[in-house]
């Protein structure tokens, strides 16, 4: 059966990085996908990065230069280097993962994904 666990959330100041990691067991192939989510208070959750298996990224516009994605498949592990921390990244992270082909235009979206975490609680504050 395969487990995501999120971990290295936290609290931390405007400016300031956390580095969020995922890691992957009863994982029995290389992912095709694997991406972070977000959920703040109040809204839907939203893709933030994904990589595909050859380690091409997306990112959504909000974190382009100041988010990094990467993986490291030997070790089943997926992180998320998270640097220029604002307020309104504050939210709930989720890795999400799926075996299936997708085409690079649908790796930010929800529906692409059938394995998920349980999340871990990032806050910036001002």
């Known amino acids: 059966q395969v487990q995501l666990v999120e971990s290295g959330g936290g609290s931390v100041q405007a400016g300031g990085s956390l580095r969020l990691s995922c890691a992957g067991s009863g994982v029995s192939k290389n992912w095709y996908y694997q991406a972070w989510f977000r959920q703040a208070p109040g809204k839907e959750r939203e893709g933030v990065a994904a990589v595909d298996g050859v380690g091409i990224t997306t990112y959504t516009d909000p974190v382009k230069g100041r988010f990094t994605i990467s993986q490291d498949n030997a070790k089943n592990i997926l992180y998320l280097q998270m640097n220029s921390l604002k307020p309104e990244d504050t939210g709930m992270y989720y890795c999400?993962?799926?075996?299936?082909?997708?085409?690079?235009?649908?790796?930010?979206?929800?529906?692409?994904?059938?394995?998920w975490g349980q999340g871990t609680q990032v806050t910036v504050s001002s």
């Open positions: 999400a993962a799926t075996y299936k082909y997708t085409a690079g235009y649908y790796a930010l979206h929800r529906s692409t994904y059938d394995y």
